[in-house]
Each structure stands twice: as structure tokens, then as C-alpha cells.
């Protein structure tokens, strides 16, 4: 069983910025793409970056040039830097992980989500 926990929401003035971090523990082999998904209130669940375990990346048209996405294979961790933040932004934030477990089963995990409010 493969478990995400994500770590550095909260509130930030328009403008500012914040990083947001996931780490993968549990019975993993191998963790393929991991991804950051934002699901705003009455809005569906969007990706917005994505990074594959040899760093390669995209993202939504909506943050590009203001989030970067990265992660830590030795940690398991994958991070969202997030700059220049608008209210728009205004969301739960949700971290996936896809890939082998030790058994080869193929796994699909989701975080909890942590917001991030975007205010004055």
C-alpha cells in the first residue's frame, strides 16, 4: 500500500508565493509520474503540473511561468513551488503518484489535499 502526504497550504495574499510538498511511503518499487491536481469549490478536479521520474514536465496553460514543479527520487517527494499567486488560484491542492509497488501491482494513489487560499 503506497500512502501520500502533502504538506504547505495555506493562506497567501495575491502575489505571493508557496510551496506545497508530497512524500510517498508504503510498499513502493518504482513511482513513475507524479502529478499536482487543484479542485476549486463547485469547479472538477484539474491537473495542473506533472513531472515523470526522469523530470520531465508540463503543465496547465493557467500557471504556466508562475509554478514549477520538481521532485526528489532519493526522498519521494515531489514539490510544487507556486509564485505570483492569484485568487484564482484558490483551491485544494491534491498530490498523485503512479507506478510499482514491490509486489509490481500497479498503483494509483492520491494524497488528502491541503488548501491553498489565495486573499486579502
Known amino acids: 500500500q503506497v500512502q501520500l502526504v502533502e504538506s504547505g497550504g495555506g493562506l497567501v495574499q495575491p502575489g505571493g508565493s508557496l510551496t506545497l510538498s508530497c512524500t510517498a511511503s508504503?510498499?513502493?518499487?518504482?513511482?513513475?509520474?507524479m502529478r499536482w491536481y487543484r479542485q476549486a469549490p463547485g469547479k472538477e478536479r484539474e491537473l495542473v503540473a506533472a513531472?515523470?521520474?526522469?523530470?520531465?514536465?508540463n503543465y496547465a496553460d493557467s500557471v504556466k511561468g508562475r509554478f514549477t514543479i520538481s521532485r526528489d527520487n532519493a526522498l519521494n517527494t515531489v514539490y510544487l513551488q507556486m509564485n505570483s499567486l492569484k485568487p484564482e488560484d484558490t483551491a485544494v491542492y491534491y498530490c498523485?503518484?503512479?507506478?510499482?509497488?514491490?509486489?509490481?501491482?500497479?498503483?494509483?494513489?492520491w494524497g488528502q489535499g491541503t488548501q491553498v487560499t489565495v486573499s486579502s
Open positions: 513531472i515523470t521520474s526522469g523530470h520531465s514536465t
Open positions: 508504503g510498499t513502493i518499487s518504482s513511482i513513475n509520474a
Open positions: 498523485n503518484a503512479v507506478g510499482y509497488a514491490s509486489n509490481y501491482t500497479v498503483y494509483d494513489a
